[in-house]
């Protein structure tokens, strides 16, 4: 089975990795630390348009780096490393639900991760936080064996638990950052208020943790030190301290920002979830201590990332793994008999389902009459205005995709409501992974016409020539990637205002949004206007001396 389930996780993450550019910001971030490593062979030294990037440690970017030097530089390999780790999660959740329970129960956790919008979604992605979840959970879960090991609820061989969880814990830490320790400190310390504090570790074991964990994540930190780049420690260490106290780059967000992702995001599993959570005392001793432990994993990474300032969608994808834990308890329950189907799941189910599905009808639609948003002032960012003018064929045939929803939907209601369980979790499941996969393919090619694509594909006509290339007016890492931009001898290079203003050695281009474009041509007449699209301005300077 666990061939057959990496074989399934080939076919549904691999496929159509590279059919669209990397969005901004995350995914271009990113790739491109990955490509200037390859670049300048600088693999310790994380870097962004060639200077220090302190924001990310560098695991998951050499694991990039690793795949374009295989497979070549480009958005394929960025995204491979996360189809991987779709891979191996399939793979993990089963084996970990068929020791904890039985091979079902290590299916319908396999199905509930699968079939969820958000979970399925970010393992076609290029972010860091696959991997990064991917490591604390395994860490977590090994460290519960040992607690389990304790109680005589299941065998295991405690120091090599203990080293396992330490290793992954610290891949963890050079993946993402420490929070993932905070994460893991967290589920111990409450865990050990619920053991009525008795000892969690033996001295010896500690002290093992402690040395793996420092070794495995304190390696990059160390060699930054001793290679003179202490400075770009003392950067992370503020970085990571900011985003729990402000809302950096603008992402802020009410306190249940996250709850309202998750329960939409991670649709179906989210109303399963709930099920599960209030049946899984149903369970024996050792399905009570598991559950404990998902619990406590979901609930730390719930309240932290609400109480943290910056709000961003996947700061709570490390929720997923319990979330669909207690979905596919609330499947088993039910397909068992054990517990039944209440009212408020059908309206759960058919609210965040509907709303979805309404999403998806409703881009193709919104597309194809255009003009009336444009017409009814609506819009009135003109960035955005622009954006809705893209050249984009959308058709009817585009709301198949909600339609089929929507359609899976009503039919598992249906089953539930005959009885027929199963016929009702596999139309839903497969009905919500089937349309994610369609959807992915067909429509996010045509959101991207609408949000980058012009500005992509002026960088992209800018590769192999000796120019400078940049934005002015908002962030964006494309002009680097999609560019290819090599080193520049040229220090000024990185100087906005010695690139608008200054004596330059060779032509620069310059990329705003047309909010801005009058002001910018006004302010700096050098500037030359070349063409306008989709909401983009692109300009030259060219008075080179």
């Known amino acids: 089975m666990p061939f057959i389930l990496a074989i399934a996780g080939a076919l549904l993450f691999l496929p159509f990795l590279g059919k ?55 958005d394929y390999a960025a995204r491979l490393p996360n189809a991987i780790c779709g891979i191996a999660t399939f793979v993990v959740i089963y084996k970990i639900g068929t020791i904890c329970k039985d091979r079902r129960f290590g299916l319908l956790w396999v199905l509930a991760y699968a079939g969820s919008l958000l979970p399925h979604f970010y393992f076609k ?124 780059s603008g992402h802020g967000g009410p306190f249940y920002f996250h709850i309202v992702i998750l329960l939409i995001g991670c649709f179906p599993a989210s109303i399963f979830a709930f099920r599960g959570m209030s049946s899984e005392m149903k369970a ?34 490390l929720c997923y793994y319990p979330l669909t834990y207690f979905a596919a308890i609330a499947m088993s329950n039910l397909l068992d008999e054990e517990v039944k189907w209440r009212k408020w799941m059908t309206w759960g189910l058919s609210v965040t389902g509907g709303l979805i599905a309404i999403a998806l009808i409703g881009l193709p639609v919104i597309g194809m009459n255009k003009e009336i948003i444009l017409n009814s002032g609506l819009l009135k960012d003109p960035f955005a205005a622009a954006n809705l003018q893209a050249d984009i064929h959308w058709s009817y045939a585009d709301c198949l995709f909600g339609l089929f929803l929507l359609s899976t939907l009503i039919i598992g209601l249906i089953f539930f409501y005959k009885g027929k369980t199963k016929k009702g979790i596999l139309t839903m499941f497969f009905g919500s992974l089937i349309t994610t996969n369609l959807a992915l393919t067909v429509l996010t090619p045509k959101i991207e016409m609408l949000t980058q694509q012009a500005a992509v594909e002026f960088y992209q006509g800018l590769q192999g020539k000796d120019v400078y290339v940049t934005t002015i007016g908002f962030k964006s890492y494309a002009q680097y990637f999609y560019s290819n931009e090599q080193p520049s001898a040229n220090s000024n290079s990185t100087n906005e205002d010695w690139l608008l203003k200054g004596d330059i050695d060779k032509p620069v281009y310059f990329v705003c949004k047309i909010n801005d474009a009058d002001e910018y041509e006004k302010q700096y007449p050098q500037l030359k206007e070349l063409y306008r699209k989709n909401g983009f301005v692109f300009l030259e300077r060219n008075n080179v001396k």
């Open 125 to 248: 992605s290029g972010i860091i936080d696959p991997w990064f979840n991917f490591f604390i959970f395994t860490g977590v879960y090994f460290f519960m064996r040992v607690q389990m090991q304790k109680k005589d609820l299941m065998p295991g061989k405690s120091n090599l638990f203990i080293a396992l969880s330490a290793l992954l814990i610290g891949l963890a830490i050079i993946t993402k950052g420490p929070v993932a320790l905070l994460v893991f400190s967290l589920c111990l310390i409450i865990y050990w208020i619920f053991e009525k504090r008795r000892a969690v570790f033996s001295s010896k074991e500690l002290l093992l943790f402690i040395l793996i964990l420092s070794a495995s994540g304190g390696i990059w930190f160390v060699a930054e030190i001793f290679t003179g780049h202490r400075n770009v420690i003392m950067q992370f260490i503020d970085y990571q301290i900011r985003l729990f106290k402000t809302e950096d």
């Open 20 to 74: 669209v550019h990397l969005f901004d910001w995350d995914e271009i971030n990113f790739a491109e630390c990955a490509r200037e490593m390859i670049v300048a062979k600088k693999y310790f030294l994380v870097t962004i348009n060639y200077l220090p990037f302190w924001e990310k440690p560098p695991l998951f970017i050499w694991m990039q780096s690793l795949c374009m030097n295989i497979f070549g530089v480009g």
């Open 284 to 317: 024996d001793e050792r399905g009570r201590e598991v559950s404990l432990w998902m619990g406590l994993l979901f609930w730390v990474t719930l309240v932290l990332f609400s109480i943290v300032k910056t709000k961003i969608i996947h700061y709570s994808s």
